[in-house]
Nanobody, 120 residues
Framework: QVQPVESGGGLVQAGGSLRLSCAAS????VGWFRQASGKEREFVAA????????YYADSVKGRFTISRANAANTVYLQMANLKPEDTAVYYC?????????????????WGQGTQVTVSS
């Protein structure tokens, strides 16, 4: 069992960039999800264990990039051209199947989340 740990959140102006990190040891697929205040948690991006498959939500395509460095047990979410509507708590989640998915219920292991705030 792994407990993912997120880092890298913070406050940034619209148009700026941030990189989130998710530390998780083991051969897991990793998904990033986010939850804005008063809204349901939603899918952002996912990557398979081998890094060969990635998925993105339509709202972040072309702006966010998910990648992983397995030797460092870390998955990254590079966020560019951030918008105020990207403001949320960002969570990383692990799936021991190693298969990337956009489906939140397939991820049994969750981190505590990191706040991303984008000011206009």
């Amino acid at each position: 069992q792994v407990q993912p740990v997120e880092s890298g959140g913070g406050l940034v102006q619209a148009g700026g960039s941030l990189r989130l990190s998710c530390a998780a040891s083991g051969s897991y697929a990793v998904g990033w999800f986010r939850q804005a205040s008063g809204k349901e948690r939603e899918f952002v991006a996912a990557i398979s264990w081998r890094g060969t498959t990635t998925y993105y939500a339509d709202s972040v395509k072309g702006r966010f990039t998910i990648s992983r460095a397995n030797a460092a047990n870390t998955v990254y979410l590079q966020m560019a051209n951030l918008k105020p509507e990207d403001t949320a708590v960002y969570y990383c989640a692990g799936d021991p199947s190693g298969i990337a998915s956009m489906k939140i219920h397939l991820y049994p292991y969750w981190g505590q989340g990191t706040q991303v705030t984008v000011s206009s």
